[in-house]
């Protein structure tokens, strides 16, 4: 997911949060996927489902990863059965830190950062990825 952010901020040359036709054509020039010239307006087009002109991280995100099969939705929704402690329906800090075991990060064994420090990163992907998706 973050891979997927980081591809979409390089891909958008204006810092709009969106896609442009033009940012969007010539990063599937760039990547050198195999798709001809003529059909880049086709497959914007289908990148764009609210046929707004751009696409947004949502738009870009669901056609990149495409949608949740019956399986794949199962089992997101038992993880955040498991993570959400309280039953409240949506994950807070405390049902994070209760799953999220720092302890064990790589970072923290080998003295490089503290369980904290781990956490906080953690919960700032999230963060940036909510802001990224409610900005557009």
Do not use: C, W
């Not at 990148?47 to 099969?69: A, K, M, P, Q, V």
């Not at 955040?80 to 409240?88: A, G, L, M, V």
């Not at 830190?97 to 781990?118: C, L, R």
């Amino acid at each position: 997911m973050v891979g997927l952010q980081r591809i979409f901020k390089i891909m958008d040359d204006d810092g709009s949060k969106t896609l442009s036709q033009p940012e969007f054509s010539k990063a599937i020039r760039d990547l050198k996927v195999g798709i001809s010239e003529e059909n880049i307006p086709t497959l914007f087009e289908k990148f764009d489902s609210n046929h707004d002109g751009t696409i947004n991280y949502d738009e870009f995100l669901r056609h990149i990863r495409g949608e949740l099969n019956d399986l794949r939705k199962g089992l997101v929704e038992k993880a955040f059965r498991k993570i959400d402690k309280d039953n409240s329906g949506t994950l807070d800090i405390n049902d994070i830190k209760d799953t999220y075991k720092t302890e064990k990060h790589p970072d923290v064994i080998a003295g490089k950062k503290t369980a904290e420090q781990v956490l906080i990163e953690f919960l700032e992907t999230f963060e940036q990825h909510h802001n990224m998706m409610h900005n557009n």
